[in-house]
C-alpha cells in the first residue's frame, strides 16, 4: 500500500539552526500538509500546500517556517532558526482531491533543539 | 472554527471488555469525521471515518463509530478489547467548507488494555 514517507526519523539541532524535514507524499495526491505534536499534546495543524502555493496555515507557521515542493515529489519543510519550544514531532501528510477524502500521515520527524 | 474534545485522557479496560472512547466536536457546517490511532513510535493510521451517508461506520481492527448529529458526538467503539489496541487515539475533524479540509484533532485518548 503507498505510504507518505518521511526523513530523518529524528534529528536534534542546537537552537538557532536551520533545519529541512522532508516528505515524499502518496505520489497520485494533491494536497500536502504538516502537522506537528509536542510531547503530551495535541496534534496541531501548521500549513496545507496545494497547487505549489500555501493554501492555509496556522498562526504556528510564522516567518520563521516555509514549505517547498520542489520536484515534485518531495515536500519540505524547513526552519529558518530553530527555538527550544520547535521540539516536536512534525507529522506530513497528504490526500486526494475531493472533500472528505482520507488524509495519510507519515510516520513523522522528531525533532530535538538543543 | 471547529473543534473536538474527547473524554478522558487515559482509559483503561479489561482485556475482552468493551471499548468506548469518547468524542464531541463543536462545528457550524456540517462536519467530516474520522477516528485515528498511533501505536507507540509511529504515525497516524486511519481507524474510519464519516463523511456523508450511514452514520454507523465501521472501521479496521473491529472498531466502529456512530455518527449523532443531535449528540455532536461520534465516540468509538469496539465490543472486546485485544490487548494490541492498547496505542493512543484521536477524533478529529474537517468539513468541505475547510478550503484545505485540514484536520482539528482532539487532545488524545490513551487506551490501556489490561490482561
Known amino acids: 500500500e503507498p505510504e507518505v514517507t518521511q526523513t530523518p526519523s529524528h534529528q536534534v539541532t542546537q537552537m538557532g539552526q536551520e533545519v529541512i524535514l522532508r516528505c515524499v507524499p502518496i505520489?497520485?495526491?494533491?494536497?500536502f500538509y504538516w502537522y506537528r505534536q509536542i510531547l503530551g499534546q495535541k496534534v496541531e495543524f501548521l500549513v496545507s500546500?496545494?497547487?505549489?502555493?500555501?493554501?492555509?496555515k496556522s498562526e504556528i507557521f510564522d516567518d520563521q517556517f516555509s514549505v517547498e515542493r520542489p520536484d515534485g515529489s518531495n515536500f519540505t519543510l524547513k526552519i529558518r532558526s530553530t527555538k527550544l519550544e520547535d521540539s516536536a514531532m512534525y507529522f506530513c501528510?497528504?490526500?486526494?482531491?475531493?472533500?472528505?477524502?482520507?488524509?495519510?500521515f507519515g510516520e513523522g520527524s522528531w525533532l530535538t533543539v538543543v | 472554527a471547529q473543534s473536538v474534545t474527547q473524554l478522558g485522557s487515559h482509559v483503561s479496560v479489561s482485556e475482552g471488555a468493551l471499548v468506548l472512547l469518547r468524542c464531541n466536536y463543536s462545528s457550524s457546517v456540517p462536519p467530516y469525521l474520522f477516528w485515528y490511532v498511533q501505536y507507540p513510535n509511529q504515525g497516524l493510521q486511519l481507524l474510519l471515518k464519516y463523511t456523508t451517508g450511514a452514520t454507523l461506520v465501521k472501521g479496521i481492527n473491529g472498531f466502529e463509530a456512530e455518527f449523532k448529529k443531535s449528540e455532536t458526538s461520534f465516540h468509538l467503539t469496539k465490543p472486546s478489547a485485544h490487548m494490541s489496541d492498547a496505542a493512543e487515539y484521536f477524533c478529529?475533524?474537517?468539513?468541505?467548507?475547510?478550503?484545505?479540509?485540514?484536520?482539528?484533532f482532539g487532545g488524545g485518548t490513551r487506551l490501556m488494555v489490561k490482561p
Open positions: 478529529a475533524v474537517t468539513s468541505n467548507n475547510n478550503a484545505g479540509n485540514m484536520l482539528t
Open positions: 501528510a497528504s490526500r486526494t482531491g475531493g472533500s472528505g477524502n482520507t488524509i495519510y
Open positions: 500546500f496545494y497547487n505549489n502555493e500555501i493554501s492555509e
Open positions: 505520489s497520485n495526491h494533491l494536497y
